[in-house]
Structure formats: C-alpha cells, structure tokens
C-alpha cells in the first residue's frame, strides 16, 4: 500500500538531526504540539535511545514508539497523538557521546537517518522529508563530504538543478550559492549558475506558492551594485547577462539591484522573490526579520524537503532551552506542499 500525498494528513518523515545538538529537543517539543497532529502523521527517523533519552531529559509525557521495518508505516494505520512514532534505522544503540561537541559517532546516524528519509520519500511512503538540523563538521568526520542538507540532497536523488530557499515573513530567497567562503565567491559565481537560480526561483514560486507570474528580484554582489565598475564589475559582466537571457525566456525578473535596497523593496511587496548571490547576503536581513520562523525548503528536487532555519546549536544542547518554532513552521510547510502535489 503508497501513502498518497493527498491524503488529509500526509505522513511525513522528520530526520533526526545530529543527535549532539538540538534536533531531537526540538523534535520532541515540537510532537507536543496539537497543531502538529492536526496536519499530519509525524515518522521520526532517528535512534529510538537517543529519543529515550531525550523524553526522559526533558520530562516529557509523549512516549517512544518504535516502529518495525520501513513499511510499517503503511499499513493504514493512524498514529496517536501522545506518541513519538520512531523508524529507527540504525543497526543498533547509538553508541556514547558528547553532548554539544562533534564526533563521527553523531555524524554517521544523522546521514544514515536522512538516507532512510529521501528513500521514503522516493518510494511515496511518506509525502515528503522535515530535517532537524546536522553538523557539518560531523557528517566530515563520517566521511560524508557534502558541505549540507542541500548539496547531499541533490546527490541522493540525483538531481541536476536544485537550489536552497529560505523563506521567513514577507521574505522568500533563493541561493545562488550556499555555504563557501567569501574568498571563493566571486569564482564560484557564473552566469549559468545565476541564470539557473533565477528559474529555480520563478518555477518554486509558480509550484509551490501558486504565483502565476512571479517577480524576480536579483541582487547585485558589489556595492552600489559595482557602481559601474569602480567597485567591481561582475554585475555588467556576470549577472546582467542572466538576468537578461531570463527575461528573454519571459520570466519577471529584473536586476542586478543593491542589496541594501533590494530586500527593503521585497518586504514593501515589490518582489515575491529575490535570488541572492551567498549565503550571509540572504539571511542577514532575513533573520533579522523572522529568526525562529524561518523555513529552509530545497527547490527543484523529485520530493518535498523543508527544515528549520538554524544549526545544531551545540552550545544550549541538552539544556532544555531550545525553540521548536522553527520546526514546526517546516513541518506546517512540508505538509501543505504533501497534501496539494
């Protein structure tokens, strides 16, 4: 039996995270929720001990269920709410670590934890992947070499055109690039690649937001946009050209616009989207405005994936002190998109 995405509330598969941080904290806080059972039927994909442990930590009242085999879930059955429904694919306990540090140990689960997710969503079993948030330097000491979610994404279902939205209050932003160096930008930026973001952006607001014709808004990577060249002159040379070739494919898009005014722009409602050329570009003013509501989605891939718009926030892991908000708004998110593709 496939679960269809239709359904009234779509089973969706909730990684994990790196169980040193604050994914499993989040992720109980936020099975807590009323609001979370009314839209959808949870599946976390996680260590059933780490997940012992974590309800023990917290006192919570939900309890630990786990369930046997991938398909388990697809015998029709409605998971109580009161309950955190646990697929644990882990071949066995996750061995002892460190609360807040990075270790391989952590690092290896939460890879195979987000494994197991896309193959679900892959083979419709669940309508779509919430990831709680991994450790970069973790997943490298696993010998997993992707530098996030996104790019390891991209790989595990073997897509060639994908990208990182970040969307949070009157804010959507699609990535040209994502986590790199400053130092490496202005290598890394070429004018397919940017003409690339600029579709991305304008088919995930027409797929996902229902925006029949959506305005692009493109930032410039210079100053004052480059100021004709005094302060750089990728935007005549670099961005110009894609913004160009994607108006001609009929697409609204228009820049390259300085970024201390784009943004501005977007929140008044003059743009549904701005395509950002890095990663600290974006998400200052994002952040700034929405911090612990934002939602991360990747665009462009064969499934739904959204996750929350934080790290693994080593430094309060195990404290009790951290805000499933962020959570739960990419939960709501993953299950709107589940029950309308």
Partial sequence: MTISAKQHRPYLAITMG??????????????ASPTVWRICQPIVVGSA??????????DSPLRVVVLQGDHSL????????????????????????RIGKAARGP???SVECIETAVRLAQS???????????NKEAIHLAGCSFPGHTEFLGDLT????????????PLKILFVTTHLSIRKLPRALTTKRIFTAIRLAHKAMRQY???????????????????HGLFGNEEQTIIAPAVKKASQEGIRVSGPWPADTLFGAAVRGAYDVIVAMYHD???????????????NMTVGLPIIRTSVDHGTAYDIAGKGKADPQSLIQAIKLAARLGQQS
């Fill in 18 to 31: 790196d169980p040193a941080g604050i994914g499993p904290e989040i992720i109980v806080k936020a099975l």
């Fill in 74 to 97: 697809m015998e029709g059955k409605q998971i109580a709410k009161g309950h955190i429904p646990i697929l644990d694919p882990l071949e066995k306990p996750l061995g002892r670590f």
């Fill in 107 to 109: 690092g290896a689960a």
């Fill in 49 to 58: 001990s780490v997940f012992e442990k974590e309800v023990g930590r917290l």
């Fill in 209 to 227: 937001f229902q925006v029949s014709r959506p305005r692009v808004g493109v930032a410039a990577l210079n100053p004052h946009a480059g100021e």
């Fill in 158 to 169: 073997k897509t060639k055109d994908f990208g990182m939205m970040l969307l949070g209050g």
């Fill in 124 to 134: 419709r079993c669940v309508a779509g992947i919430v990831t709680a948030p991994i």
């Fill in 281 to 295: 570009q974006g998400l200052i003013p994002l952040k700034t405005i929405a911090f612990g509501q934002c939602i």
